[in-house]
């Protein structure tokens, strides 16, 4: 019999053989264990994202626990970047029963500040009762500026009328 643990492990194998007249000399069947713990952790530790994307997405997996819908927090926290930059929120994501990743989507905005890449981590935390955190909980999120530095931005009038001053210089 199979006896059931509370250990959040990997699937397991094992290999069974028959011996008898009916069954052909040699032949093995592999019999899988299909943990009903799992693990949650993030696919990537660090992600660059373009000051012009709309927004990014951070893919979460699980492993094991499949025959469940398992929740996790993913939350967004500033680092060099700000609330100007991105969206700082936290929200809790759940898998479908059979689905082995989920995603959440961080609103990214572009300003018009030439200020050079800015950083923002996202955290998972708190998974659902059988899960346990894996590899990866936190991932680094690079915002690439696109601005350049001395452009005032589309819409600046660049004539300017110069008045001389008391001494006669411009």
Do not use: W
Request: glycine share 8%; charged share 25%; proline share 4%.
């Amino acid at each position: 019999p199979l006896l059931d643990d509370a250990i959040s492990e990997e699937d397991e194998t094992f290999e069974v053989s028959v011996s008898g007249d009916t069954v052909a000399a040699g032949e093995a069947a592999e019999v899988a264990i299909i943990s009903d713990e799992g693990f949650i952790e993030l696919i990537t530790e660090s992600q660059s994202v373009s000051e012009l994307a709309d927004r990014v997405d951070v893919v979460a997996r699980r492993r094991g626990g499949l025959p469940y819908s398992p929740t996790v927090t993913m939350s967004v926290s500033t680092g060099t970047a700000d609330a100007a930059d991105l969206a700082v929120y936290s929200s809790q994501v759940t898998f479908l029963r059979t689905a082995a990743t989920v995603s959440f989507s961080v609103r990214v905005y572009d300003d018009p500040n030439h200020e050079g890449n800015e950083e923002a981590v996202v955290t998972i935390m708190d998974p659902s009762a059988g899960f346990e955190l894996g590899g990866a909980r936190q991932q680094r999120l690079i915002v690439v500026d696109n601005d350049t530095p001395g452009y005032a931005g589309e819409g600046f009038n660049q004539r300017a009328t110069l008045f001389p001053a008391r001494d006669g210089s411009v």
